[in-house]
């Protein structure tokens, strides 16, 4: 089992930066998918980034390519979320997400019944 935590949201404004991180315990980090999702007031909570477990293999919804960058430190347990270039409606609750699998392709991932374990989230707020 693994314990995901969040961290780095925070009040910016349009056209800013952030980094989300996302800690998990345990010795095993490297043999998880991590993604991130997000969720904003009012909607389903929906896919940003995945990664592969070496960090070979990214995958990203089109509402963010090229603006977000997912990545990952095994040596730390942890993986990021760089987020540059924000609009408002990328305002939401950021979720860390771990599935201990195998990278099957990008579009498996996109699913949220694809992980197992979630994090508590992080509130990200973009004001225009």
């Known amino acids: 089992q693994v314990q995901l935590v969040e961290s780095g949201g925070r009040l910016v404004q349009a056209g800013g930066s952030l980094r989300l991180s996302c800690a998990a315990s345990g010795r095993t980090f490297g043999s998880y998918v991590m993604g991130w999702f997000r969720q904003a007031p009012g909607k389903e909570r929906e896919f940003v980034a995945a990664?592969?477990?070496?960090?070979?293999?990214?995958y990203y919804a089109d509402s963010v390519k090229g603006r977000f960058t997912i990545s990952r430190d095994n040596a730390k347990n942890t993986v990021y979320l760089q987020m540059n270039g924000l609009k408002p409606e990328d305002t939401a609750v950021y979720y860390c997400?771990?599935?201990?699998?195998?990278?099957?392709?990008?579009?498996?991932?996109?699913?949220?019944?694809?992980?197992?374990?979630w994090g508590q989230g992080t509130q990200v707020t973009v004001s225009s």
């Open positions: 997400a771990a599935v201990d699998a195998l990278w099957y392709s990008g579009s498996y991932y996109y699913r949220e019944t694809s992980y197992r374990y």
């Open positions: 990664i592969s477990r070496s960090g070979s293999y990214t």
